[in-house]
């Protein structure tokens, strides 16, 4: 089984809308750790947030925020307000374990922000 | 700007060749992983090191090999090089305290066989 699945390939938003890019994960572990990572097309991999699985409250940084449902193993990225600078590869990722664990990487879903 | 180094960023060479990839991790940084992305694989995890150790291992090919040296830098070894070794090349380093132990990313270094 996939350890981390992203359903959408690609998707399309209007600039300044909202746009909830979907993940979901499957382990057994209690400890683990969640967290987005943005590609542009320049190629580098850009961390964007964290969550932990103990943590409470969801995630947010900035313009980001982690619609983290630990019982339905989900862990969707929300960007509030697109800019068309937000055009890239998102791929969600798992630390299984505790600390130095290993990573999985989910397929990656490409985003493009119309303007 | 991640902190994380990887030279060089280009790298074009001949099948059958061997070439070295390096990696300077952020400071403060003990652990290294080293990533393969090529266009019908995803993001591939290889393997990883902690203060000079080998930490765990993906889908590396018995071609490639690694290390950290005690500075904290790392290698990544390919040899015998195949056509399908053409990839984006990217290490990444940890810190425990911080955030869960997020990977920062350097910029890759793109590798090509021909």
């Known amino acids: 089984a996939q350890k981390i699945t992203q359903t959408q390939p690609g998707m399309f938003v209007q600039e300044k809308e909202a746009v909830t890019l979907d993940c979901t994960y499957d382990?057994?572990?209690?400890?683990?750790?969640l967290f987005w990572y943005k590609q542009p097309s320049s190629g580098e991999m850009i961390f964007l947030i964290y969550q932990g699985s103990y943590d409470q409250q969801n995630a947010t940084e900035g313009r980001y925020s982690l619609n983290f449902q630990k019982a339905r193993k989900s862990a969707n990225l929300v960007i509030s307000a697109s800019q068309l600078g937000d055009s890239a590869m998102y791929f969600c990722?798992?630390?299984?374990?505790?600390?130095?664990?290993?990573?999985?990487f989910g397929s990656g879903t490409k985003l493009n922000v119309k303007p | 700007d991640s902190g994380v180094t990887q030279t060089p960023k280009h790298l074009i060479t001949a099948t059958g060749q061997r070439v070295t990839l390096r990696c300077s991790p952020r400071s403060g940084d003990l652990s290294v992983y080293w990533y393969q992305q090529s266009l019908d694989q995803g993001l591939q995890f290889l393997i990883q090191y902690y203060n000079g150790e080998e930490r765990a291992k993906g889908n590396i090919l018995e071609r490639f090999s690694a290390q950290q040296f005690p500075d904290l830098h790392s290698e990544l070894n390919l040899s015998s090089l195949e056509l399908g070794d053409s990839a984006l090349y990217f290490c990444?380093?940890?810190?425990?305290?911080?955030?869960?132990?997020?990977?920062?990313f350097g910029p890759g270094t793109r590798l090509t066989v021909l």
């Open positions: 990444a380093s940890s810190v425990r305290r911080d955030r869960g132990d997020t990977q920062y």
């Open positions: 382990t057994s572990d209690p400890s683990y750790g």
């Open positions: 990722a798992m630390r299984e374990g505790m600390l130095l664990g290993r990573f999985y």
